[in-house]
């Protein structure tokens, strides 16, 4: 980047400034932390007033959050439908119970 274009960015405002890639990378461990990153990434991803690249990153991220939360209860939802829909369960229980 020459200064030219450097000057230009440093004339935006702090709202419209672009983030670098290590930003990004920080703020994917951050949002990767249990609690604390989900609760940041909500905040992220509902702020208004800060810079706008980190609140679409924040929200991009909580689509695929959301998605692959989704997509899990389905697998898991399908593997017990599986295991009701053949018997699987009961012969578990039996073997268990014999085993005990």
Not at 14 to 29: D, S, T
Not at 34 to 40: H, L, Q, S, T
Not at 43 to 68: P, Q, T, W
Not at 76 to 94: K, R
């Amino acid at each position: 980047m020459d200064a030219n274009e450097r000057n230009e960015i440093e004339q935006l405002p702090e709202k419209y400034r672009p983030i670098g890639a290590w930003r990004y990378v920080g703020y994917m461990i951050l949002f990767g932390l249990p609690i604390a990153g989900f609760i940041c990434l909500l905040l992220f991803a509902l702020d208004d007033e800060h810079n706008i690249n980190r609140r679409n990153f924040a929200r991009s991220y909580l689509c695929y959050y959301l998605i692959s939360v989704i997509a899990l209860a389905v697998i898991i939802g399908a593997v017990v439908a599986i295991g009701f829909a053949t018997g699987l369960w009961q012969q578990l229980a039996e073997n268990f119970s014999h085993m005990g």
